[in-house]
């Protein structure tokens, strides 16, 4: 019974960060609605998600990723890159299917890559990404010669372009991911295994699982998804540029732990995620908005990212409160 009421106290704590995380964004969008009447605008909604959606499907991966106990910092130049070798394939004249296919492969290679790093070479996988990532950012400037490459395909520009009940393409691809792999990650086992490496990585692999495949599996998601927001990225911008994507990875970090996912592995949920996407992309196109200075959105995105780490340490001493309890509980 004990054990009953508290999964139910932890449900309702958790649904509670949820309505902080509501609550959090209607204050934004309230207060940049304040100092600029066009934030609320239709149009501006629909580039707010639009800016979102490279976010986003980072994010999906992080999510995977974190609650299994694990990071990545490359996604900022594996988006680069991808962009950059879609725009080199198609200046080639290779077809479009072709170039966004191997551009995949690309993702999944990267993946695999830092998965080896930690499984194999045992780095902690802040050090091992951080690596890739300046690997791949250098190779996104070697093969353009350290210039942009224009795209006239229109065909693939068409991917940037389109919409769908007047909400571009590049949103419903985000909206896609948050739904098929929130729904893989709550409802299958592979979701489960996830978070099972998450809390307990040795005791997982004595019940039978095998960490390291798993966290092969979440590096090569992370990957892929990456690839495919550079790869729209580049649609969007017509061009592929070696240079962008600068900090993406920490947005998508920020947004991820804002939504209730612990570093501590093991704890949180799609859902949160995407609340959390919402508020940091809100609150980093209000900051445009409303002119402040570059130098100063780089504070405040720090400080956000602060927070989150704040607030998720208070979730984790609180969690283990809790635990202790219960143990003391069962013991008397």
Not at 21 to 33: D, G, Q, S, Y
Request: charged share 15%.
């Amino acid at each position: 019974m004990g054990n009953t009421e508290m999964k139910k106290e932890r449900r309702l704590r958790i649904g509670g960060d949820k309505i902080i995380l509501l609550v959090a964004i209607i204050l934004v969008f309230i207060l940049f609605t304040v100092l600029n009447k066009n934030f609320l605008t239709w149009t501006n909604i629909v580039n707010l998600l639009v800016a979102a959606s490279l976010v986003g499907l980072v994010a999906v991966g992080h999510t995977y990723l974190i609650i299994a106990k694990q990071n990545d910092l490359s996604p900022g130049s594996l988006a680069a890159f991808s962009g950059t070798l879609v725009a080199l394939l198609l200046s080639k004249d290779i077809p479009v299917v072709p170039a966004i296919l191997l551009v995949l492969c690309a993702g999944v290679l990267v993946g695999m890559f830092n998965a080896f790093m930690v499984n194999k070479i045992k780095l902690e996988a802040f050090i091992a990404t951080l690596v890739t990532q300046n690997i791949i950012r250098g190779f996104a400037y070697i093969i353009c010669g350290g210039k942009p490459i224009s795209i006239s395909n229109k065909a693939f520009l068409a991917i940037g372009k389109a919409r769908v009940a007047t909400i571009p393409v590049s949103v419903w691809m985000m909206i896609a991911a948050f739904v098929v792999f929130g729904f893989i990650l709550a409802k299958t086992k592979l979701g489960r295994s996830v978070y099972a490496i998450g809390g307990n990585a040795e005791a997982a692999r004595l019940a039978g699982l095998n960490p390291q495949r798993i966290i092969t599996i979440c590096f090569i998601l992370i990957g892929v998804l990456t690839s495919l927001g550079g790869i729209v990225f580049a649609s969007r911008m017509n061009s592929g540029q070696p240079a962008a994507n600068v900090n993406l990875e920490f947005d998508a970090i920020t947004a991820v732990i804002l939504g209730g996912v612990s570093f501590a592995g093991g704890v949180g949920d799609m859902t949160g995620t995407v609340l959390g996407v919402v508020l940091i992309q809100a609150f980093n196109t209000g900051l445009i908005m409303v002119n402040v200075s570059t130098f100063w959105q780089y504070v405040a995105r720090g400080a956000l990212l602060l927070f989150a780490l704040t607030f998720d340490f208070i979730r984790k001493q609180r969690r283990e409160k809790e635990l202790l309890e219960a143990s003391m509980k069962n013991i008397k």
